[in-house]
Every structure is written in structure tokens, then in C-alpha cells.
């Protein structure tokens, strides 16, 4: 199939779980994926499957919680893109902890990969889409954005903050043909999941 020929993707977050379910739909549709991550041997598995299905795939190894990394990460895309049509902002982690035991730490790291990396892969990636008065952004929240989680709190911090960023996002892009979505999925069963013993039959699949 190709829905998405000609298109250009780029995944945060794109070596497992919901990331790489995301990034090989991408492909099978027809579009050229570029993925990204901490993990270059995922990276690596995640690509050999896209360039499988005879569409172009890329990676580069990236903290998103760093902005100088996120800037190179974003001129490698492109460049290797030719464009970036879509932007999925999917990496993330997750803190099992109440605020009073949450450290300062844990609560910056919690905020700088889900919140900031957000912002700062859309800072550089955006103004390619504002000069073509064309792209999609699709950030990735939790039902956590929707309703507070016990026990989460940062975790719950940073994905209402997805929310209410994705929201006003979405208004400011308008004039410039931009599209703007935010997803709310419930418990997925990913990797950064199974190492919190959710009960069985609490996730799906991220397929």
C-alpha cells in the first residue's frame, strides 16, 4: 500500500514498543521513516525491518532530553528525509512514585524527556513545515493526560502537559495549514510497562 508514499516520518521513541508499532505502519503505507532513540541496536533492528518493505529508513541515536542532541538529531532527519511531512513525539518514560518520595532528579528527568524533548523536536522540526504551510504533529500523552494516577505523579505532570501544549499548538498552527493531534492510550504492553508488573490483562498490544 502506499497511503503515505512520498511522506516523510520521523518517530522520538522509535526502537520498541509504540514507537516502532507506529514507524513500521508508517512504512507499510509507503512512507520513508527516520526513527529515533537511546538505543542504537534497536535502532538498528527497527530500520533493517522498514527498509524491508522498500521505503527508505533512517535512524539517528539521540538524548531528546537534550536540545543540542535534538538539533543535530533534526538536521539528520531532514537532511536524510529530504523533508519532514509528519512528526510523531512518542519517546517517553515513566516514574512509579508518589511526590513526596519523588526526588528532584527524577522529577527533571521525568519532565525533560516527556515535556521538553516534546517541545524541542517540534522547535526544530516546525520550521520546515511553517515554510511549506504544510505538516502533522501527533504527540503521544497517556490517559494519565486525561484523569491523575496515584503514585505518577511527574509522569502525570509531563503527560497533562502533552495535553494542554497539543491543544494551544494546534490553534497557533492553523493559519499555516499545520495539523496538530494528541493520542491518550491506556496501558500498552511495552518494555517500560512490564517493568512496573501492571496485572495481566490490563494492556494491549502495541500492534
Not at 496515584?150 to 499548538?169: D, E, H, N, P, R
Not at 491518550?184 to 504492553?189: I, Q, S, T
Amino acid at each position: 500500500m502506499s497511503f503515505f508514499k512520498n511522506h516523510g516520518v520521523l518517530v522520538t521513541g522509535g526502537g520498541r514498543g509504540i514507537g516502532r508499532a507506529i514507524a513500521l505502519a508508517f512504512a507499510t503505507e509507503g512512507a520513508d521513516v527516520f526513527i529515533t532513540s537511546r538505543t542504537e541496536k534497536e535502532l538498528k533492528c527497527v530500520t533493517d525491518e522498514i527498509n524491508k518493505l522498500n521505503v527508505k529508513g533512517g535512524y539517528y541515536v539521540c538524548d531528546i532530553s537534550d536540545p543540542r542532541q535534538v538539533e543535530k538529531m533534526s538536521f539528520e532527519a531532514i537532511n536524510f528525509l529530504g523533508k519532514v511531512d509528519i512528526l510523531i513525539n512518542n519517546a517517553g518514560i515513566f516514574l512509579m512514585s508518589e511526590a513526596k518520595d519523588t526526588s528532584i532528579n527524577e522529577w527533571q528527568m521525568v519532565i525533560n524527556v516527556n515535556l521538553n524533548g516534546m517541545f524541542y523536536c517540534t522547535h526544530f522540526i516546525l520550521p520546515g513545515m511553517i515554510e511549506r504551510r504544510y505538516g502533522t504533529i501527533i504527540n503521544i500523552s497517556s490517559m494519565a493526560g486525561k484523569k491523575p494516577y496515584l503514585k505518577q505523579s511527574a509522569y502525570v505532570a509531563s503527560k497533562f502537559g502533552i495535553v494542554g501544549f497539543s491543544k494551544t499548538l494546534a490553534g497557533e498552527l492553523k493559519p499555516y495549514n499545520i495539523k496538530v493531534h494528541v493520542i491518550c492510550p491506556g496501558g500498552v504492553d511495552t518494555t517500560l510497562v512490564r517493568q512496573h508488573n501492571f496485572p495481566p490483562g490490563s494492556t494491549i498490544k502495541p500492534e
